[in-house]
């Protein structure tokens, strides 16, 4: 069973920083695209950052390019979201995902950030 | 990278079929066979119903279809039913780099 488990989130002033970690299992995490994607609150989702198997390749929506990055540990199965800068308008929970298809097959149950 | 457009809320009765759409570009929606479709009730996370703008994941029922036409993609719900009531968004594909872009939501809503 694919099992995403999102924490790291809280309470962080405006300009701080904090790090999202997502710990994946039941699947070959190694070679799965992996995703953040937020959801501030009574808003839409937004799609935020993907990461490649390997992590040499990595995108970014351009309202979080320059103070967010991603990256990922394939030997502990985890999926990380560095957020700096951090504005109030970045408060959402955060979501981690696998991507199968082009899509966002598996989620997690999201961690909330308060900035 | 602007939101696909969806309405707001659509709403029918049990049994009825309703159709959401979801209005993009020729850049994204238009040009690319990578549309998605996510159901979400309150407080949860959302659950992929329809990937590459037609195909059911196992466990879907039937009753979820997808379709695109030109720059709009529809998720058509029929035999409506009272479980179905939540939010659901699109999301494609939008070229660049690697970058996806969601659709602004719809509630449903099972009168």
């Known amino acids: 069973e694919v099992q995403l488990v999102e924490s790291g989130g809280g309470l962080v002033q405006p300009g701080g920083s904090l790090r999202l970690s997502c710990a994946a299992s039941?699947?070959?995490?190694?070679?799965?695209?992996m995703v953040w994607v937020r959801q501030a609150p009574g808003k839409g989702l937004e799609w935020l950052a993907n990461i490649g198997p390997g992590g040499s390749v990595t995108n970014f929506v351009d309202s979080v390019w320059g103070r967010f990055s991603i990256s990922r540990d394939d030997a502990e199965n985890s999926l990380y979201l560095q957020m700096d800068s951090l504005r109030v308008e970045d408060t959402a929970i955060y979501y981690c995902?696998?991507?199968?298809?082009?899509?966002?097959?598996?989620w997690g149950q999201g961690t909330l950030v308060t900035v | 990278q602007s939101a696909l457009t969806q309405p707001a809320s659509v709403s029918g009765s049990p049994g009825q079929s309703i159709t959401i759409s979801c209005t993009g570009t020729s850049s994204d929606v238009g040009f690319y066979n990578y549309v998605s479709w996510y159901q979400q009730y309150p407080g949860k996370a959302p659950k992929l119903m329809i990937y590459?703008?037609?195909k059911r994941p196992s466990g879907i029922s039937n009753r979820f279809s997808g379709s695109k036409s030109g720059n709009t993609a529809s998720l058509t719900i029929s035999g409506l039913q009272a479980e179905d009531e939540a939010d659901y968004y699109c999301c494609s594909y939008a070229g660049g780099q690697l970058h996806f872009v969601f659709g602004t939501g719809t509630k449903v809503t099972v009168l």
């Open positions: 995902g696998r991507d199968v298809d082009w899509s966002t097959a598996y």
């Open positions: 590459g703008v037609s």
């Open positions: 039941g699947f070959t995490f190694s070679t799965s695209w």
